[in-house]
């Protein structure tokens, strides 16, 4: 099965860069071999200028579940990606406790997952990918399975952070209104095989607020990407029957 063919996105530094497309497009395919994970069987990847021999631990990647290990605690679960660097446990902690504060976990670093909500399980998994260093982080569909209360606040969350630390975020959702609320610019791939339909760029202002999804401008942006991802959807759904 060819699940990705002609695929050209270029993403700057310090971009925040969203992916839609209708489900089995490939956008979790394309994360997996910018992760390293799977090589692509045509085309390359190049990351900062350059084809590196190997992309397996040069970005930071957190897929759609937390995969929070129940055995640990929030505090050994967020240095997990340290240790396997090679940090030392004492200095990989220390680390953890500085941001802890930053991603809402203070005062639960000894807490078990089980005992977490859903927004605190995904700001652990978070952290865990932002304290392995990578400047390039891929987060897939990090919010899907939060209630709409709970991803609202973990989207201006989230822009609150990137703004602080200016990291290359490249983001997975099937919400159109989150991927206008919080991307520099957003690509709509079809149907499988996935291919980029659309690409375009989001000219609302930063700091953004949420009254901003109310906003005619908004809505036009929104509107832009809803005709082609509903084609998408339209012309996969045929192809099934």
């Given amino acids: 099965m060819t699940?990705?063919?002609?695929v050209d996105i270029d993403i700057r530094a310090g971009e925040f860069v969203s992916i839609i497309g209708p489900s089995g497009c490939g956008k979790s395919t394309l994360?997996?071999?910018l992760a390293g994970l799977i090589k692509p069987s045509a085309g390359k990847i190049y990351?900062?200028?350059?084809?590196p021999d190997?992309?397996?631990?040069?970005?930071?990647?957190?897929?759609?579940?937390?995969l929070l290990m129940p055995w640990r605690t929030v505090l050994d679960n967020v240095t997990l990606g340290l240790e396997m660097d090679g940090t030392r446990r004492r200095k990989a902690r220390a680390q953890a406790m500085e941001e802890l504060p930053r991603f809402g976990l203070k005062g639960f670093e000894q807490r078990?997952?089980?005992?977490?909500?859903?927004?605190?399980?995904?700001r652990a998994a978070l952290l865990r990918t932002f304290l392995a260093g990578r400047e390039v982080m891929l987060l897939d569909e990090p919010f899907g399975a939060l209630d709409a209360l709970t991803r609202q606040a973990m989207q201006e969350?989230?822009?609150?952070?990137?703004?602080?630390?200016?990291?290359?975020?490249?983001?997975i959702t099937?919400?159109?209104e989150e991927a206008v609320y919080l991307s520099d610019r957003v690509h709509v791939m079809s149907g499988r095989p996935g291919r980029v339909e659309l690409s375009l760029d989001i000219t609302l202002p930063r700091p953004r607020s949420y009254e901003m999804t109310v906003s005619p401008e908004f809505n036009a942006l929104k509107q832009q990407l809803l005709e082609p991802l509903h084609e998408a959807s339209r012309k996969q759904m045929e192809e099934v029957r």
């Fill in 47 to 51: 990351l900062d200028g350059g084809e």
């Fill in 31 to 33: 994360f997996n071999m």
């Fill in 54 to 66: 190997s992309l397996l631990g040069k970005i930071g990647y957190m897929p759609q579940k937390d």
């Fill in 174 to 176: 099937h919400d159109v």
């Fill in 157 to 171: 969350w989230l822009l609150e952070l990137w703004a602080t630390d200016r990291k290359t975020v490249v983001f």
């Fill in 3 to 6: 699940a990705l063919e002609g």
């Fill in 112 to 122: 078990w997952p089980r005992s977490l909500s859903g927004g605190m399980r995904q």
